[in-house]
């Protein structure tokens, strides 16, 4: 990484139309011409989401899913949005009684829930007309450059993507960064969705088009699961921290683990920590919170899973007794996950905000395009257990646990902080980072988002947990780790396994926008008009 940014983006409040940030400079950019068009943060959103789906089609897409949390400036009230898919009717779990598929048409056992997503919170929460928000990206599926990250992630994926008749032609197309690519396909399916909504993918000739496709080639998903998908509006989970009230999505996402590690850290003074035990009380924390959701974290409709109990203090308090300065716990045990997804977050000049992540789940999903829609399907559905019995196990019509987990940090019910992160198991992990380090340390956001970062868990590959840091942190304080009893995996100086994680913080006078080094983004502040930007009345 070359001169990365050491400041966060600056505006003051006066002058604000809003921040936008995203891992791809184009999708930013997307989200800023709306919001100069007078739209909102909701519209905004849907603008970059549409844009990373062409821009970034290797993390995400219009085969994945996208989960949202929003913020009302109006009526100070946090709104979340859980886009999943749900998995097949017809879904044959003896089929997959020892193994479920990790690629392949076979893997895309989940509706795409991506869509109807920025669909539902456009009707409730949107100012401009929908179709002037797929306009930018159907300009950049006539043709865009094609980014480091879609260039290292193909020519990592190039036997998976051959393997593809539509895929192959979709996405083998380009050999060096900065070449131009077209995605004709993809730009009639966006103009088809700009005309007709989200009937049109669900309940129309695009899902008719995936079914055509993939169900010949093993995928057990429907017309049926296509037409009876819907987007929930959800309550979100919180916690406070350090005077913060943090929010979170409910199962069957992850959030939970996010409270339980804050409530686990909350007594420890953070700011008087040496680095080893900073790392280690963090790592620590996280096997602790890991445990429990693996052990509770599904689909809510097929279990009772006690989250306000799980997420509290005096639970919180139980738990820390488990937790030893002096040496790292041992025989914790987790799923392999994939990470390979996109975070956005906007905030506009009345104060409204949209936290949001949309995935494919592994890189490039299951591998699979329908040569005439131009984007792959996701493979999410890997990430059931194929014990039927246990939370997370397979079953027809049913959400897998989702790794996707955006972020909010209110201050007396105003907000303050938009946040997370890609990364699968990293996503509670940094957003713990960067709230200790912000909140804790008092750093700025960019440096928050800069400084090295850790990995617990395990990833598609490895036989077993360990703990991945940044080559940047000292080879003295990796030996501390050791002697510790943790597992080390040392990666790049600046790994984009690690993720990428972006920040808005609202402040009185000004907006701030950090956006990391890591990806291929940019934050944009955006200088007001005289627009309108507030949220309708849900």
């Given at each position: 990484m070359v001169?990365?940014?050491?400041?966060?983006?600056?505006?003051?409040?006066?002058?604000?139309?809003?921040?936008?940030?995203?891992?791809?400079?184009?999708?930013?950019?997307?989200?800023?011409?709306?919001?100069?068009?007078?739209?909102?943060?909701?519209d905004a959103a849907v603008a970059?989401?549409?844009?990373?789906?062409?821009?970034?089609?290797?993390?995400?897409?219009?085969?994945?899913?996208?989960?949202?949390?929003?913020?009302?400036?109006a009526t100070q009230q946090v709104y979340g949005l859980n886009g999943s898919g749900r998995s097949a009717a017809g879904l044959d779990i003896?089929?997959?009684?020892?193994?479920?598929?990790?690629?392949?048409?076979?893997?895309?056992?989940?509706?795409?829930?991506?869509?109807?997503?920025?669909?539902?919170?456009?009707?409730?929460?949107?100012q401009r007309p929908w179709p002037t928000l797929l306009q930018p990206a159907i300009e950049l599926a006539q043709g865009y450059p094609l980014s480091s990250s879609q260039f290292r992630w193909t020519r990592q994926d190039q036997a998976l993507l051959a393997a593809d008749q539509g895929a192959a032609a979709t996405f083998l197309t380009a050999a060096a960064v900065g070449d131009r690519i077209q995605n004709p396909a993809l730009a009639r399916v966006l103009q088809s969705l700009a005309k007709g909504g989200a009937d049109e993918f669900y309940r129309g000739p695009i899902a008719r088009a995936i079914v055509e496709y993939v169900a010949p080639l093993g995928s057990p998903l429907g017309l049926e699961d296509f037409a009876n998908h819907r987007s929930d509006w959800v309550q979100p989970i919180t916690t406070t921290y350090r005077g913060q009230r943090i929010y979170q999505l409910p199962?069957?996402?992850?959030?939970?683990?996010?409270?339980?590690?804050?409530?686990?850290?909350?007594?420890?003074?953070?700011?008087?920590?040496?680095?080893v035990d900073y790392y280690h009380l963090m790592v620590e924390a996280t096997k602790l919170a890991f445990c429990d959701r693996n052990r509770w974290i599904g689909d809510a409709a097929f279990t009772d899973i006690?989250?306000?109990?799980?997420?509290?203090?005096?639970?919180?308090?139980?738990?820390?007794?488990?937790?030893?300065?002096?040496?790292?716990?041992?025989?914790?045990?987790?799923v392999p996950m994939?990470?390979?997804?996109?975070?956005?977050?906007?905030?506009?000049?009345?104060?409204?905000?949209?936290?949001?992540?949309?995935?494919?789940?592994?890189?490039?999903?299951?591998?699979?395009?329908?040569?005439?829609?131009?984007?792959?399907?996701?493979?999410?559905?890997?990430?059931?257990?194929?014990?039927?019995?246990?939370?997370?196990?397979?079953?027809?019509?049913?959400?897998p646990l989702q790794t996707l987990i955006p972020a909010m940090a209110l201050e007396h019910d105003r907000l303050n902080l938009v946040f997370g992160t890609m990364g699968g198991e990293g996503q509670p992990q940094t957003q713990v980072a960067l709230l200790t380090r912000v909140l804790d340390l008092g750093l700025d956001i960019q440096t928050a988002v800069n400084l090295p970062r850790w990995r617990w868990g395990r990833t598609w590959g490895q036989?077993?947990?360990?703990?991945?840091?940044?080559?940047?942190?000292?080879?003295?304080?990796?030996?501390?780790?050791?002697?510790?009893g943790h597992t080390l995996q040392i990666e790049a100086n600046w790994s984009e396994p690690m993720g990428h994680a972006h920040m808005i913080r609202v402040q009185p006078d000004c907006l701030q926008g950090a956006c990391d080094p890591r990806s291929d983004g940019i934050a944009v502040g955006v200088v007001a008009s005289s627009c309108d930007k507030s949220l309708k009345n849900p």
């Amino acid at each position: 990484m070359v001169n990365p940014p050491t400041e966060p983006v600056h505006i003051n409040r006066s002058q604000a139309h809003g921040m936008v940030v995203s891992p791809h400079t184009i999708a930013s950019k997307a989200g800023e011409t709306v919001l100069r068009q007078g739209g909102n943060a909701v519209d905004a959103a849907v603008a970059v989401c549409a844009a990373l789906s062409v821009t970034y089609p290797h993390m995400n897409g219009l085969g994945g899913d996208g989960l949202w949390l929003i913020y009302d400036a109006a009526t100070q009230q946090v709104y979340g949005l859980n886009g999943s898919g749900r998995s097949a009717a017809g879904l044959d779990i003896h089929a997959h009684s020892k193994e479920l598929p990790q690629r392949g048409a076979a893997a895309a056992m989940t509706v795409p829930g991506a869509v109807d997503a920025w669909w539902c919170a456009h009707r409730r929460f949107g100012q401009r007309p929908w179709p002037t928000l797929l306009q930018p990206a159907i300009e950049l599926a006539q043709g865009y450059p094609l980014s480091s990250s879609q260039f290292r992630w193909t020519r990592q994926d190039q036997a998976l993507l051959a393997a593809d008749q539509g895929a192959a032609a979709t996405f083998l197309t380009a050999a060096a960064v900065g070449d131009r690519i077209q995605n004709p396909a993809l730009a009639r399916v966006l103009q088809s969705l700009a005309k007709g909504g989200a009937d049109e993918f669900y309940r129309g000739p695009i899902a008719r088009a995936i079914v055509e496709y993939v169900a010949p080639l093993g995928s057990p998903l429907g017309l049926e699961d296509f037409a009876n998908h819907r987007s929930d509006w959800v309550q979100p989970i919180t916690t406070t921290y350090r005077g913060q009230r943090i929010y979170q999505l409910p199962p069957n996402t992850q959030g939970l683990a996010v409270l339980q590690m804050l409530n686990l850290i909350e007594p420890y003074d953070i700011a008087s920590l040496d680095a080893v035990d900073y790392y280690h009380l963090m790592v620590e924390a996280t096997k602790l919170a890991f445990c429990d959701r693996n052990r509770w974290i599904g689909d809510a409709a097929f279990t009772d899973i006690p989250s306000q109990q799980l997420g509290s203090k005096a639970y919180g308090h139980r738990l820390r007794h488990h937790l030893d300065m002096h040496r790292a716990q041992t025989g914790h045990h987790t799923v392999p996950m994939g990470g390979d997804t996109v975070y956005a977050a906007v905030v506009d000049a009345q104060g409204n905000g949209v936290s949001l992540l949309q995935s494919l789940y592994f890189d490039y999903g299951c591998g699979v395009a329908p040569p005439e829609l131009g984007f792959v399907l996701n493979n999410r559905g890997a990430i059931f257990s194929p014990d039927p019995a246990h939370v997370n196990g397979v079953a027809p019509k049913k959400r897998p646990l989702q790794t996707l987990i955006p972020a909010m940090a209110l201050e007396h019910d105003r907000l303050n902080l938009v946040f997370g992160t890609m990364g699968g198991e990293g996503q509670p992990q940094t957003q713990v980072a960067l709230l200790t380090r912000v909140l804790d340390l008092g750093l700025d956001i960019q440096t928050a988002v800069n400084l090295p970062r850790w990995r617990w868990g395990r990833t598609w590959g490895q036989p077993s947990a360990r703990l991945a840091l940044e080559g940047r942190i000292e080879p003295t304080i990796r030996h501390a780790l050791r002697q510790r009893g943790h597992t080390l995996q040392i990666e790049a100086n600046w790994s984009e396994p690690m993720g990428h994680a972006h920040m808005i913080r609202v402040q009185p006078d000004c907006l701030q926008g950090a956006c990391d080094p890591r990806s291929d983004g940019i934050a944009v502040g955006v200088v007001a008009s005289s627009c309108d930007k507030s949220l309708k009345n849900p």
